[in-house]
DNA sequence: CATAACTGTTACTATATTAGTCACAGTTTA
DNA sequence: TAAACTGTGACTAATATAGTAACAGTTATG
């Protein structure tokens, strides 16, 4: 269970909620199409919503709704509004000066990763949310 | 500590290789330098022995060396060999059925994320062991 | 005005992945 | 024959994540 999977949960609610207008976008409906509690629901909700994608209104009758157009959100910004951890992760511990490949890899390797990690973020991108939810229209 | 640190080390180990010819390239030293326990190193070493990316040798006076140049090893080819958890992972559940999104979503998904895993194997492929190795000596 | 039905947030528990440790079998050199 | 390696398996510890419950705050509606 020790892998993030809020950014896809984080997809389904948005495409959820750019499909299924009028009817009902709450957490509690939203928990059922995902199959979680709706607290979880409401903490990644929350970070949507902070992150501008997501429009909530409170109280009785409250519901979610996309904050702009669905083509105008890419998967990027729902991976960084989920903050969701990185690609590559670099083991952190104290260099032993006689060697030299343990004071100097770990920048070595960050510099490396940064060009994956970029990668990674353009492709996101460059996927919007209107297509996941045209594909999912078409079936 | 539930994200996989073993690409890294993985990469420091086979620079190590390559660096320190000579040298005794022993499991036990490259705990020292990793700073972590020479059975997990050995554990790392395993999956690059079997990936043929790295040679070893045991008993006594045993050690490790590049399989093949470090202008052929590439970031991918590490990547693989510690088989490393997908970028992404997609929540699984079952289907809602009056949901069309709870539906359809996951194959969607997975073909929009299949693009980005794969922008990012390509950026791999792209960084050579060997490009580490020089950055690391240059310092 | 009271109640019902939402979101937003905190605190706590359960679970799964990963690293760390120990132990020992197998191998090869001296 | 002993010493010093690699290769593995079993077990424990640490930690990130999901799951759950509880409650405060908000708003529509009778």
């Known amino acids: ?15 959820a909620s750019g499909c299924c207008r009028g009817e009902g976008t709450t ?49 990027l910004d729902i991976y960084r509004a989920v903050d969701a951890p990185k690609a590559f992760s670099i083991h952190n511990y104290p260099e032993q000066k006689p060697c030299l490949v343990s004071c100097h890899i770990k920048a070595s390797l960050e510099k490396a990763l940064k060009k994956t990690q970029k990668a990674m973020e353009e492709s996101l991108s460059e996927i919007s949310l209107a297509s996941i939810v045209t594909e999912v229209n078409k079936k």
């Not at 409401?42 to 409170?58: E, I, N, P, Q, Y």
């Open 27 to 75: 957490t509690g409906k939203f928990a059922l199409s995902v199959n979680t509690s709706p607290s979880f629901v409401r903490r990644v909700v929350s970070k949507l919503s902070k992150a501008g994608l997501l429009k909530t209104t409170t109280g009785k009758s409250g519901s979610c709704g996309l904050a702009k157009d669905a083509k105008m959100i890419s998967l």
């Open 1 to 15: 269970m020790a892998v993030n999977t809020q950014f896809s949960i984080a997809v389904h609610i948005l495409a």
